[in-house]
Each structure stands twice: as C-alpha cells, then as structure tokens.
C-alpha cells in the first residue's frame, strides 16, 4: 500500500475512535447505549440509516455483480431501493411508537409473552450473523487486496475494531460513525462515477451501446438472464430484497434513536433520497469496472466480483483514489457491523436477559454488563463463520439475511399492528415457521451443495433455488395466520390500546 492509502485508513480509524471517545462520556445508561437516547434529529437519523444500509454488500458487491453480470447485478439496486417504500408506509411509525429498544418490545406491547420475545430475540441474532458473515468477508478481501496480509488476519482487524465501537460508544457512537461514512461514501460514489462519464463525454445512451461489445456476454449484458438463468429465482431474490428491510433488526432500531414517530418518519425520507442517489449510481460503477477494469482482472483479485470499485477508483485515478476509495470501503464495513453487533447484542441482553432470565428486573449496570459481553460473543461468532465464507459474494450473502427478515419478522410486523384477531400462538409460528422454513431451505440448496469443489458439501442440491423467498415469505404468513385461528381468541381490548398507540403514538 502507498503511504497516502496508509495515511487515509489510518486517518479514518483515528477519526471513528475520536468519536467512539467522545460517545463513551455520554453512554452511561442502557437507553443511551442502545438507541443514543432517542436523541437523534430526523437528518442524522436518516443519513445514519442511509449508512447503515449501504453496506459492503451496496459498495463492493453490486459494484462487482453489474461489472460481471449486468442487468442481473442491477437487480439488486433496485430491490434495495424499494424496500424503503415498505418501510416508510407500513413499518417505521408503528414500530416507533410502540417499541422501545428492539423489535421483540414492539412484538410484546400487544402480547406480553416470555416465548415471543425469545422467539423474536433469536430470529433477530439469527439474521445479524448472515449479515455480519458478508460484512467481514467484505472487509477481509479488501484489506487482503490492499495490505497483502492473509484474509484471517484481516477479518480480526476489523473484527477487533467493531467490538471497540459498540463495547465504548455504544448507538451514539455507532450512529456518528454511520454519518461520518455516509458522507465519505457518497463523495467517493459520485467521484468515480463522474470519472466514469467523463471517459464517455458524458453520453450515457453511448455508454449503454459501448457495453454491448466490451463485455464476454454481448448485447446480454444489459439484459436479465445472465446470472439468473431461472426466472423463479430471480423473482423470489427480488421478494427477499424488497421485503426483508422492513424486518431487518439493525435498521428498525435505528428508529428508536428519535423522539418520535414524525421524527421518524421524517428520517426514512432522509435516507431514501441518499440511499436512492446511491444505487442509480451503481449503474455507473459497475460499468466504468466491466470497461476500464474487465471481468478476468476483476475476478483475478476476488473470485466474486467484490474489489470492482476499488480497482475501478485505481484505473480512473490512479493510487490516490484507490486508496480513499478503499479507505472509505473499510469504514463503510465497520459501521455497518458495530450497528448489526449492537443490534445483536441489545437482543440478548435486553430481550433474552433482561426481560426473560431477570424477568424485567435487571439493573442499569447489569444490563449494560450483559450487552456488552454480549457484544463480544456475537462478534467471535461472526469472525469464525466469515473465515469460511472468503469465496462468496457479499451482495449475494445479504440477500439470505434479506430472506430471513422478511420470511420471520416481516409476518409478524405487519399482522401484530394490523390483523385484531392476531394473538400469541400466531406470533409463534409466524416467527418459527418463517425462520425454520428458510434456514432449512437455504441448507439444501446451490449455496451450500455443488459437484464443482467450491461448494461446503459435495453433492446435488435438493432445493433448486439461490433464495428461498418465494416459499418462505408465504410460510411465515400462513404460519402466522394459521397459529392464530388455532390459538386462544385475541384479547379486542389490547388490540384497540396498540392499535391506537401505534397511529397517533399515544403512551
């Protein structure tokens, strides 16, 4: 690595500690560490979330599926996007007025149920070590690219610095970290795709007709097909990404950050302008990387496609660019894991001690004990599963993760505000059926099963589909509306209490 890139990943950890430093003197409760004390405004929020979705799966993954796949990378832009439809229309005030640190509080103010909110606390882990795994593969291929050390060794650099943000600083220092890198990685994005059109006049209709003949795949290129050969698949990916960021526990949290539903609201538009600026510009990433950089390149350096961008920066300006880009690149991963670790942690801590083993009675210090120490775990947990991970591509991982919420949180989200004659057996199986029936299909499937030797076991997949959505989306809803006409009669009286609170936020 050049001096200037050391000076810019030195720079970036210096300035991310800084702020871990200075969140450490205000986190001295558990509501401080778990949602800053709801005292974010609707534009830190927003900016915050927009960092905490744009992940290593946004900047390095769909920047090297366009480059090697075309429209069929596109896919996961635009599922990313939409989300945030759902999560603006349906889920963010609700979820603001009626929780208050996780997602199993929101689940419990309607059924106040010791095994829901386990259930809830272990789809929410669940889905944090999925995306985590992506994350750090993420961030061991970049610092391997550019450090030249073994990818272990860089999984446990990044590994030991998440655990130090949410260990100190807790969700204020995880949120001014999540702004700092949403702003880094914006200018970055914007650079290189600028670059990117000035290298074509600035003529994008010329650029789309240059990409039929640069690339092994022909006037393909720009359309679906190329890696989706399955209609069926590309259509339940697509059900898994719209869906899933409205039962993502990183991001709901972040709505507990403000002081109330407007605010919230507010911070959802706030992160789906950037978020959507963001991924139209993938588009140019992911071309400039197919034309400047070309496919073999791109994969010579990671078998997945995920140092696209950092070489489309080095082809378009040189060892400078590279190296902020890079530098960005790793503090884009480091946000995003402290808020999943944070998330994780806040589940069992909150959730699965505080409420269940200490039965609502625990202390300010022991929760904060347990969150932190919980915080550790779920850390070495996700660093020994990413380093069995290293060939896989990190949108592709986030897309499990994705699959995951919307088939297990997303049923019981929407029937719990919605549906008057949901009651406790149905949030069970709603959650149960969702989470078992896409874990369990994600095992038998091409992910984990193949004849080439580059898969984790030997043999034909039993399920046909990548992503499982398709079938377990509808699980998890069918399994919520079966539970609860076959459980006891739903309490009308607690329906009409959250069903006024989660409208107009009344406590």
Same mark, same amino acid.
């Given at each position: 690595m050049s001096g200037v890139g050391l000076i810019f990943f030195v720079g970036i950890v210096a300035l991310t500690l800084f702020v871990t430093y200075i969140a450490s003197k205000r986190t001295n409760s558990a509501s401080e560490f778990y949602t800053a004390g709801g005292g974010l405004t609707g534009w830190q929020n927003g900016i915050a979330i927009?960092?905490?979705?744009?992940?290593?799966?946004?900047?390095?993954?769909?920047?090297?599926?366009i480059a090697l796949f075309g429209f069929d990378g596109f896919f996961y832009s635009i599922g990313y996007l939409v989300a945030y439809l759902v999560v603006l229309y349906i889920v963010a005030e609700p979820l603001r007025n009626l929780g208050r640190y996780t997602l199993a509080d929101m689940i419990t103010a309607r059924f106040n149920q010791k095994k829901v909110r386990g259930a809830a606390a272990i789809s929410t882990i669940t889905i944090v070590l999925f995306y985590m795994i992506a994350q750090l593969v993420g961030a061991g291929a970049l610092i391997q690219l550019l450090l030249g050390i073994d990818y272990w060794v860089a999984v446990l650099i990044v590994g030991t610095m998440m655990t130090i943000y949410v260990l100190w600083g807790g969700m204020a220092a995880t949120s001014w970290v999540q702004i700092i890198k949403a702003v880094l990685l914006m200018i970055g994005t914007?650079?290189?795709?600028?670059?990117?059109?000035?290298e074509f006049n600035f003529n994008i209709f010329g650029m789309f007709t240059e990409m039929k003949t640069v690339t092994a795949q022909g006037e393909n290129y720009l359309n679906p097909g190329v890696k989706y050969t399955n209609g069926l698949d590309t259509i339940s990916m697509m059900i898994a990404l719209v869906?899933?960021?409205?039962?993502?526990?990183?991001? @709901?949290?972040?709505?507990?950050?403000?002081?109330? &539903?407007?605010?919230?609201?507010?911070?959802?538009? $706030?992160a789906t302008w950037i978020v959507g600026i963001f991924y139209v510009l993938t588009i140019f990433l992911g071309f400039g990387a197919a034309y400047f950089v070309g496919a073999s390149d791109i994969m010579a350096a990671n078998s997945a496609g995920n140092m696209a961008a950092p070489l489309l920066a080095k082809a378009l300006g040189g060892d400078?660019?590279?190296?902020?880009?890079?530098?960005?690149?790793f503090a884009t991963i480091l946000a995003v894991v402290a808020g999943l670790v944070l998330s994780g942690a806040s589940a069992f801590a909150h959730d699965i001690y505080g409420q269940i083993i200490k039965k609502g009675k625990a202390t300010e210090k022991e929760q904060m004990k347990a969150a932190r120490l919980a915080s550790v775990g779920v850390s070495v947990l996700s660093i020994i599963l990413a380093l069995g991970a290293q060939t896989m591509n990190v949108a592709f @991982?986030?897309?499990?993760?994705?699959?995951?919420? &919307?088939?297990?949180?997303?049923?019981?989200?929407? $029937?719990t505000i919605y549906w008057k004659k949901f009651n406790t057996t149905g949030a069970m199986t709603a959650i149960i059926t969702g989470l078992v029936t896409a874990l369990v299909l994600v095992s038998l499937s091409p992910n984990l099963w193949g004849t080439d030797g580059t898969h984790l076991f030997n043999g034909t997949a039993l399920f046909s589909l990548t992503n499982p959505a398709i079938i377990?989306?509808?699980?998890?809803?069918?399994?919520?509306?079966?539970?609860?006409?076959i459980g006891a009669r739903a309490d009308q009286k607690k329906y009409a209490e959250v069903d006024v609170k989660a409208n107009i936020g009344l406590k």
């Open positions: 927009a960092g905490d979705y744009l992940s290593a799966a946004s900047f390095l993954g769909i920047a090297g599926a914007v650079v290189i795709s600028f670059l990117v059109l000035l869906l899933g960021t409205a039962g993502l526990p990183h991001i @709901l949290m972040r709505f507990f950050t403000v002081k109330d &539903a407007k605010t919230a609201r507010s911070s959802v538009v $706030y400078f660019l590279m190296s902020f880009v890079s530098a960005v690149a @991982l986030v897309s499990l993760a994705f699959c995951i919420a &919307a088939s297990a949180n997303l049923p019981v989200i929407i $029937y377990s989306v509808p699980a998890g809803f069918l399994g919520g509306f079966v539970g609860a006409l």
